[in-house]
């Protein structure tokens, strides 16, 4: 499985990014796909997930009402859209499969067996 994440950049607070994730070398089914996030000395941490069968979305709170997850089949890809940006929400954005996830695992990123390179993300204040 290859994951392959895009879209990252320079934004102002405020404004708006489409970070994709396109994966090749499954088909997926009962998966979850996921978008982690690293901050500069910080810890990774959960920011969305899907499930691939269901369309289920899973948000962590810091971002609830302002990101919004997708995936589009045909194209084998996941998208988050980022509205309202902060500061805070720069970061490396990782993007990962959780194959067969169970729901209580879709938050951990140690449940996920394959990860993209990451794309940064940077909001300026």
């Known amino acids: 499985v290859q994951l392959q994440a895009s879209g990252g950049g320079l934004v102002q607070a405020g404004g708006s990014l489409r970070l994709s994730c396109a994966a090749s070398?499954?088909?997926?089914?009962?998966?979850?796909l996921g978008w982690f996030r690293q901050a500069p000395g910080k810890e990774r941490e959960f920011v969305a997930a899907?499930?691939?069968?269901?369309?289920?979305?899973y948000y962590a709170d810091s971002v609830k009402g302002r990101f919004t997850i997708s995936r589009d089949k045909l194209k084998n890809t996941v998208y988050l859209q980022m509205n309202s940006l902060k500061p805070e929400d720069t970061a490396v954005y990782y993007c990962?499969?959780?194959?067969?996830?169970?729901?209580?695992?879709?938050?951990?990123?140690?449940?996920?067996?394959?990860w993209g390179q990451g794309t940064l993300v940077t909001v300026s204040s």
């Open positions: 990962a499969v959780n194959f067969r996830a169970i729901t209580a695992t879709v938050g951990l990123g140690t449940k996920y067996d394959y």
């Open positions: 070398g499954r088909t997926f089914s009962n998966d979850a």
């Open positions: 899907i499930r691939w069968s269901t369309d289920s979305k």
